[in-house]
């Protein structure tokens, strides 16, 4: 069955460190991926997305994802945290081919930031 | 600006009493989708339109009724709401076009059910 699995469901980090979220997959075929960012009381925003081309891929606010086909994974990182960046982030796929791209969501992880 | 927008954004009903939650796109995107959001599972998608008329069922499709008679809009309607219909709803919609397909999503619209 298709599915997307975030292990991390609460992260914790201070301002400015690093941070990496995971996301693994489980999928047919290579398929379209997302990393979408949910602000309190706010819709979802796009970060960053790769259906081809090179893996690492950068998005906006300064995240970038890498694409590993051998590990079927698609984490998150930034090299420095602001406090902003505090939300729940969504890894999400769909099918590259296709008439419809029904989306597949992770359950979420959920970023605090320490000041 | 591109937008979905959604409305309410906020609605307490009591349980039975028809509901319509509206969704409207300016993109002029073909596709279209209903998502409900609950604490440890995420979105799951409710109903999703490929264009004008066209329709089909998501993963949570119980209960719920959509239509898409234009192709700017896609409301979702509750005939009868129960109480295990309290979630976060989000619409979204989406291009055909192959490499463009990421989903722009509306603000939300919290349910709840009495």
């Known amino acids: 069955a298709q599915s997307v699995t975030q292990p991390d469901i609460h992260i914790t980090v201070s301002e400015g460190a690093s941070l990496e979220l995971r996301c693994n997959y489980s999928y047919g075929a290579t398929p379209y991926l997302f990393w979408y960012v949910q602000s309190p009381g706010q819709g979802l925003q796009l970060l960053l997305k790769?259906?081809?081309?090179?893996?690492l891929v950068q998005g906006i606010k300064g995240f970038e994802a890498e694409f590993k086909r051998s590990q079927s994974s698609f984490n998150l990182r930034k090299p420095s945290v602001h406090w902003s960046d505090a939300a729940e982030y969504f890894c999400?796929?769909?099918?590259?081919?296709?008439?419809?791209?029904?989306?597949?969501f992770g359950a979420g992880t959920r970023l605090a930031v320490h000041p | 600006e591109a937008q979905v927008t959604q409305n309410p954004r906020y609605l307490i009903t009591v349980t039975g009493k028809k509901l319509t939650v509206t969704c409207s796109q300016n993109?002029?995107?073909?596709?279209m989708s209903w998502y409900r959001q609950d604490p440890g599972l995420g979105l799951r998608q409710i109903y999703y339109?490929?264009?004008?008329?066209?329709?089909d069922k998501g993963d949570v499709p119980e209960g719920y009724k959509v239509s898409r008679k234009e192709k700017r809009n896609f409301p979702l309607i509750l005939e009868s709401p129960s109480p295990n219909q309290t979630s976060l709803y989000f619409c979204?919609?989406?291009?055909?076009?192959?490499?463009?397909?990421?989903?722009?999503f509306g603000q939300g619209t919290r349910l709840t059910v009495v």
């Open positions: 993109m002029n995107h073909e596709y």
């Open positions: 979204a919609s989406s291009q055909a076009s192959p490499g463009r397909k990421e989903a722009f």
């Open positions: 790769y259906f081809s081309g090179d893996t």
């Open positions: 999400a796929v769909a099918p590259l081919s296709g008439g419809y791209n029904k989306l597949i």
């Open positions: 339109s490929m264009n004008v008329e066209v329709t």
